[in-house]
């Protein structure tokens, strides 16, 4: 039991700090693209490298989360 | 299909742990009981063998092997050169066509991101850069691979467990990131010689005093670097297999339901999947995609069989599951490239920084 309440912990979290990383930086790109259209590819570009490192620790936290819920939890309920 | 002790898992926990095993090659200590359908046997002696269930790969300990994920990852990492080289030397510089014209794009893309984010002279980078790109994009793009395929076709040669994406695996992913940071070691200690040293006990505080929270500080940011890059790779590989496996089971879910919700696979083979029904649906699907990529069949009429093949199959059940899996490894696609290209720029901007001569 406390297992599955560890994994919803992790993925909680882990959702909502990539969620308001990921508005936070779609907001800035739109907002950049307003002011200077030919940057535009360019900054798409930036953007989903920086997409990718945000959602690094998230992932990783889904990762394990999921190994907890599938392979540790069933032995032990 | 074998489960754990010879039985054929009839939970779903025990399917997705059947898909989540590698195929493990270690030491089994002596005294160890071995389970089989032929019934039990003690060992006398340490014996080397493959595991037969998760309980004996806990009783190998560490200095096992996984067989699976060394096989396809150096198969794909000699795939990958031996195309490339066959496009290198075919390579005609005045026109190249088709897969010659794919290989130098790729090329071009990595010299230049590349060229962007190094700015020392370095004949290694741009070729680790390209290694590491196509790589591991090769390995991501076996998950795109329907997830019973090539499991049940190995099963029947008597392959118990495997995985097929290495980046699956953390060993995988981690020993990457490990050759990463041995030469991130490697090129700071002989660009910046002592003055690596001096870089780590004296930034941020300039100060002698502050030299143990330096370093403390600074051996956290350096280590940190290799194990998220290792880390990230895994947990997205491992994440979007997980939920491939979850989808897949869909299709198993409708055994022994009538012909609506489980199709021709419930009605004539009861519980459980038959490997070749869903062999040949999955052949007829890829011929008739084959079709309308060659322009001899419209798309609409390409989605309408292809379905009608799914419905056919597995009911509305193999339906369903037909289009989550085709939903969620357009988007996995993403993920796939991605990973592999944020692996590369991130390497070749540590190692950037390895080379920087800031004084």
């Known amino acids: 039991m406390e297992v599955y309440m560890a994994a919803a912990i992790m993925l909680g979290l882990g959702a909502l700090g990539a969620a308001i990383g990921m508005g936070l930086l779609g907001g800035k790109l739109i907002e950049a693209t307003a002011r200077q259209p030919e940057l535009g590819a ?36 | 299909m074998k489960g754990l002790a010879g039985k054929d898992p009839a939970t779903t926990s025990e399917y997705i742990q059947h898909h989540l095993q590698n195929l493990v090659y270690g030491r089994l200590p002596a005294g160890f009981e071995r389970h089989s359908e032929q019934g039990h046997q003690v060992l ?31 198969g794909l990492g000699i795939v990958f050169c031996l195309v490339f080289r066959w496009a ?18 790729i090329v071009e893309l990595v010299d230049n991101k590349v060229k962007e984010s190094f700015h020392a002279k370095n004949r290694l980078i741009a070729p680790l850069a390209l290694t590491i790109f196509i790589w591991i994009f090769l390995m991501n793009l076996m998950d ?48 910046k010689g002592f003055g690596f040293v001096k870089e780590l006990t004296m ?38 297999e997980m939920i491939f496996i979850l989808i897949a089971l869909m299709f198993a879910a409708g055994a022994g339901g009538s012909i609506i919700s489980g199709g021709l696979n419930a009605q004539l083979f009861g519980e459980g999947t038959n490997v ?14 084959l079709l309308n990529l060659k322009g001899k069949l419209s798309t609409g009429k390409t989605a309408l069989y292809s379905l009608s093949l799914l419905m056919i199959s597995g009911g509305i059940l193999g339906l369903s599951g037909g289009i989550m899996q085709l939903g969620w490894a357009i988007f996995h ?27």
């Open chain 2, 203 to 240: 930034h941020p505080f300039n100060h002698w005093a502050f030299i143990p929270v330096n370093l403390f500080m600074e051996l956290v940011g350096f280590l940190a670097k290799p194990f998220s890059l290792g880390l990230r790779l895994f947990g997205n590989m491992y994440a979007g």
């Open chain 2, 144 to 191: 795109l691979v329907p997830v019973d395929l090539v499991p049940k076709l190995l099963m029947l040669v008597g392959v118990e467990y495997q995985k097929i994406v290495p980046s699956t695996d953390p060993n995988v992913t981690m020993g990457m990131a490990l050759g990463v940071f041995l030469l991130m070691l490697f090129y700071n200690i002989k660009i």
């Open chain 2, 333 to 359: 696609i993403i993920i796939v490239t991605l990973q592999a290209f944020i692996f590369m720029v991130l390497t070749v901007v540590y190692l950037g920084m390895a080379h920087e001569q800031d004084h």
């Open chain 2, 276 to 289: 070749f029904l869903w062999l040949v649906t999955f052949l007829l699907v890829c011929f008739i995609c």
């Open chain 2, 44 to 74: 006398t002696e340490n014996t080397w063998t493959l595991a037969h269930g998760a309980d004996e790969v806990a009783a190998m300990g560490f200095w096992a092997v996984h067989v699976d994920s060394m096989a396809w990852s150096i």
């Open chain 1, 42 to 77: 360019e900054l798409q570009g930036k953007m989903f490298l920086l997409a990718g490192l945000i959602d690094a620790v998230p992932i990783i936290g889904v990762g394990i989360a999921m190994y907890l819920i599938f392979v540790v939890a069933p032995p032990l309920v």
């Open chain 2, 88 to 105: 290198a030397l075919k390579s005609n510089p005045s026109t190249p066509k088709g897969f010659i014209n794919f290989v130098e794009f």
